[in-house]
């Protein structure tokens, strides 16, 4: 009787110990809101959950990609609307010219050369990474569309060609705006509208590809809140069902602690009654 009462005395600070561990553990998930932090604590579920962040961060940097070649996109259109302006500019003052006075020729080809001079600059000054986006001849770039592990890849590429002149043209068409050499703008009509009917093939491009990545950036956006959803289903706690065990936890640890405590005595009070029956009721 005695060896039975001191194991399970004995066996008290461990129950006790276990019982104080497991209620730490079940604090821990609720300040957290996850159900494990490592492994050992739900190894299954920890490795898919790890993997579902991966692939979080994976579409993450594909939206980042996208959102930034978007930006770069309304540039390419914005410039190439002013170029639009400007040529159409031109145009008036080349189909203007023949009826006017020497004097309004004179200074419509002082402006004229200035809108060229501005679609010059125009083209040179809309770079991205070192890249003219109004006058390019190879794909400016190639984004991906899915996360390197996916077969097979997706991939976007990205080539706006030039904004006057078919791509391979190099410069004949831009050229043959050039008022340089005192050449008569009246006689540059044909050359404007060909020009023009270039810069609206170049922006329906543009808007091609705006439309392309306006699509996949909500596509990847759908991808990213599904992965988030099915991640926080593995990992946050059920609050209800974590608090309830908490509960539990703490009325068993106080009781734990107050067997400890009175154990040295309730042991000694049982050895007593041994020792002198006749304290036995």
Known sequence: ???????????????????????????????????????????????????????????????????????????????????????????????????ADPAAQAADTSEYSKLFNDISTIINSTVNDGALLLWNQTPLATISLTPSSTAPASQLNINLGQVIGAVGDNSTAYNALNPGGGQNIGNMDTAISNALVDVQGYIGNVSGYQTAIQSHLNITSATMTNLQSFSSTLTNIDQASVMQTYTQQEIMQQAGAAMLAQANLDQRNVLLLYQFPSLQI
């Open 1 to 99: 009787m005695v060896s039975s009462i001191n194991y399970y005395l004995s066996s008290l600070p461990g129950i006790y110990d276990q019982n104080n561990l497991d209620l730490a553990q079940t604090l821990q998930k609720l300040v957290s809101q996850k159900n494990f932090q490592t492994p050992s604590d739900d190894i299954t579920d920890y490795f898919r959950s790890q993997d579902l962040n991966e692939q979080y961060d994976e579409y993450s940097d594909i939206k980042s990609n996208l959102t930034e070649w978007q930006g770069v996109l309304n540039t390419a259109s914005t410039a190439a609307g002013e170029v639009y302006n400007d040529l159409q500019k031109m145009q008036e003052l080349s189909q203007g010219y023949a009826s």
